[in-house]
Nanobody, 126 residues
Framework: QVQLVESGGGLVQPGGSLRLSCAGS????????IGWFRQAPGKEREGVSC????????YYADSVKGRFTISRDNAKNTVYLQMNSLQPEDTAVYYC???????????????????WGQGTQVTVSS
């Protein structure tokens, strides 16, 4: 059974850090582009970051550039999102998703992604 499971969310103070994990089971994440998305209450789901399968190129939304870092650990079949300098506006449910693609680029188009995790809540508040 193909499954993505996010973990690592929680409550953090402004300026703090969290590392989200996206673990795959039933398939090999190495061969998929992986995206991180988030959805705040009353807002549309938005792309945060993605990493390609072909060469590990990374992409970030302007709102998180310089603060978030996406990475892969193929041995653990896991993709991470390191989030630093968190702000209240980063509060959302964070989802990872997998897109079967060997393209040298990845996108934030949700319709391109084949598998989704259940999400993990990130709350930034003092």
């Amino acid at each position: 059974q193909v499954q993505l499971v996010e973990s690592g969310g929680g409550l953090v103070q402004p300026g703090g850090s969290l590392r989200l994990s996206c673990a795959g089971s039933g398939f090999t994440l190495e061969y998929y582009a992986i995206g991180w998305f988030r959805q705040a209450p009353g807002k549309e789901r938005e792309g945060v970051s993605c990493i390609t399968s072909s060469d590990g190129s990374t992409y970030y939304a302007d709102s998180v550039k310089g603060r978030f870092t996406i990475s892969r650990d193929n041995a653990k079949n896991t993709v991470y999102l390191q989030m630093n300098s968190l702000q209240p506006e980063d509060t959302a449910v964070y989802y990872c998703a997998a897109h079967s693609s060997w393209d040298p680029i990845c996108s934030f188009n949700t319709f391109e992604y084949d598998y989704w995790g259940q999400g993990t809540q990130v709350t930034v508040s003092s």
